[in-house]
């Protein structure tokens, strides 16, 4: 592969929902370019950017690979993402080093769930975009239901510059609206045209489409406006350069269509991407900020100092770190040091590459704009950037959400055990998403990310890659604790033992907050019948038996305390008596305040059919979900509801079920609420009997 400069590459993020089709097409693209021998496929596990073992055995990608290729005397560097919602904060990291996107449409199941998330993240890093309607060899695919299903959700500025010729099994070709061009594709042409005659019963539709798309184009641009009222038209050139500067503004967000497994249309989707897409220096500068804080500019060009951002780390068992980096400035070569500046190490790039998938091919330098790897830097993690000593900068990383679920994982053997630790902080270094902590009170090994697979795929890892063996035990839903009544009590603590004794005392009344008010300490005493330095000791003794709990040992929250009085012993009072007292006196209040549990409620959106809604609503309400309202989107239904997580654990695999797999569903935590009460008895009961369990095997 040659060097390229930034004005001849295209960073394109290909994102959607989870099975649009993206891996599919990367795998076209790659195919029609020349850069693989035969056209890789997911159902065999042979494509370039879901070469994972997991990938490969779940036939969905799990994490972001980048492929290239060259096309028109550009280069187009393509970034293949995750697009199920358990896997999808990979994409949202990863899109930091595309500068436009394509975003995939099935079209049979038209806009869905992730398609809005990934379209919200391409805002997020402002990229121009475009988007396919894939899939339109299936059968019950329909370019005109998705166009509607994409307009109704993304508003009128998506629109055609393309028209499928044929259907389901027989869409063999594409109209170019812009050129008025038709080409068709036959079997084994590699996904290149042939151009063709618009078939007389499609000339109508075409050519109002493509009025449309004129009038489109030239409003929001006053000079093309005036001539398209004059003379009724536009120009080749203008229709060219005002959509390019339409798409660029994100003003408009043209509509192509494609088949990846039968390659129709791929050729037209290449050209597209560099006639219309900025170049990887058009964006012109990226903002960060100076090591103490202040906001500069780096202009993307060769001229500028060195710096370049690791948006991405992978583990690689044989070698071993490789950090995905792009080089927003300067010009990287081979073999040089630089600068960690989120660390304040040096760090040598030795062998720069250019990631194919799994494989990278070496490259003696990087220019502006382009993405590379490096693989075995000491400190480097992702988000860090590095560059010339001379001229600092750091680039912001995006905060990805915090884990929504948590599993306790135990080690098969003490062998296991021994290896957990070094393996998982590779894997979590991979993965941004994920936590892995100890709880404090169970002593288990807690792993939390995004949703029951995503656990899975890192157990998978551990023993594929590490040969570590671990059990997955059954989720942990973060309950709370709260007070729905008052209290007024006293905590008193005397012990005499020998010489010297114990003495605190302590008597405080507990309210309840309303949600989200956490813990507040009132300290009331008058008149000094606790000391003041005694004080810090009664709170102490409140919040870490709050920490422990009092139903089930989760953490009790949203209360007051207010201290009033107690007394003390000159001789046998301590901080040590005081904490002691604070604690009884919580306990006994507890007793009195009517505690309750409190659980943790998402909010739920679900898209499918509208055929399935009644089971769906029906479904949800079983889950104790309140269901929040219903909107159309296109030929789908969105219901949206919440519902307690505890309800949602295995949410996935049920609503595959029962809607043959064309409904799709994403949630967040929205707030805390009460756990009725036959419900917390049982959650009581359980979590006393783990604790049991788990005292035993202790004493073993
Ligand atoms: N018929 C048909 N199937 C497709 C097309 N694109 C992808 N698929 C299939 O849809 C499934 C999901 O494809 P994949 O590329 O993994 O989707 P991704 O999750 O968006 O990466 C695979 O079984 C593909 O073979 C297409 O254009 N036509
Ligand atoms: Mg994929």
Known sequence: MKVYQGKDI????????GDSGKTSLVAAFLYCAGLTSRLGSVSDGTTTTDFDEEEIERKVSIATALAYLEWNKSKINLLDTPGYNIFINDTLGSLVAADAAFVLVDGVAGVEVQTEKVWDFSNRYNL???????????????????????????????????????????????????????????????????????PD?????????????????????????????????????????????????????????????????????????????????????????????????????????????????????????VSYFKVFS??????????????????????????????????????????????????????????????????????????????????NSRGDEDRLGSALHRILEEDLSLRFYRDPQTKEFLLGGSGQQHVEVVVSKLKRRYNVDVTLKAPKVPYRETILGKADVQGRHKKQTGGHGQYGDCKIKMEPLPRGGNFEFVNDIFGGSIPKNY???????????????????????????????????????????????????????????????????????????????????????????????????????VIKAQVPMSEMLSYASDLTSRTQGRGSFSMEFSHYDIVPSHIGEKVVAAAKAARAGETLEEEE
């Open 201 to 321: 019963n499609l000339k109508v539709v075409a050519e109002t489409a493509r009025d449309k798309l004129i009038e489109m184009i030239a409003e929001g641009n006053d000079s093309l406006m005036e001539e398209f009222f004059d003379k009724g038209t536009l120009t080749p050139e203008q229709i060219t350069q005002g959509l390019r500067d339409a798409v660029a503004a994100q003003r408009l967000y043209p509509i192509l269509c494609s088949s990846a497994t039968t390659q129709v249309g791929t050729d037209l989707l290449l050209n597209f991407a560099v006639d219309f897409f900025p170049s990887a220096v058009a964006r012109g500068t990226v903002q960060g900020k100076t090591p103490d804080g202040k906001e500069i500019e780096r202009k993307i060009a060769d001229t500028e100092p060195l710096s370049v951002f690791v948006f991405k780390t992978a583990a690689d068992v044989f070698a071993g770190r």
């Open 128 to 198: 121009p975009r475009a988007l396919i309607v894939n899939k339109l060899d299936r059968e019950r695919s329909s370019f005109e239901r998705s166009l509607e299903s994409i307009q109704s959700v993304f508003g009128r500025s998506a629109v055609p510059i393309q028209w499928p010729i044929g259907e389901e099994k027989g869409f063999q070709g594409v109209i170019d609206l812009l050129t008025m061009k038709a080409y068709t594709y036959a079997a084994g042409a590699n996904g290149k045209g042939k151009e063709a005659a618009i």
């Open 330 to 411: 300067g010009v990287l070569v081979n073999d040089a040091n630089l600068v960690n500046y989120n660390k304040g190490t040096s760090e040598r790039f030795a062998h720069i590459s250019l990631m194919q998938g799994k494989s990278a091919t070496a490259i003696p330098e990087i220019h502006a704009g382009d993405i590379g790897s490096v693989a075995k830097l000491k400190d480097t993690v992702t988000g860090d950037t590095l560059g010339d000593k001379a001229a600092p900068i750091l680039y912001p990383s995006v905060k990805l959400p915090e884990p929504s679920i948590s599993f306790a994982i135990a080690p």
């Open 10 to 17: 295209r960073n394109v993020g290909i994102v959607g929902h």
């Open 535 to 637: 004080i810090p000791a009664v709170e102490k003794g409140i919040v870490e038996s709050a920490q422990r709990g009092f139903l089930a040992g989760f953490p009790v929250v949203d209360f007051r305390v207010i201290l009033y009085d107690g007394s003390y012993h000159d001789v046998d009072s301590s901080e040590m008596a005081f904490k002691i007292a604070g604690s009884l006196a919580f306990k006994k209040g507890m007793e009195q305040a009517k505690p309750v549990l409190l659980e943790p409620v998402m909010n739920v959106e679900v898209y499918a059919p509208d055929q399935y809604s009644g089971d769906l609503i029906g479904d949800l309400n079983g889950r104790r979900g309140r269901i929040q309202g219903m909107e159309t989107r296109g030929n789908s239904q």
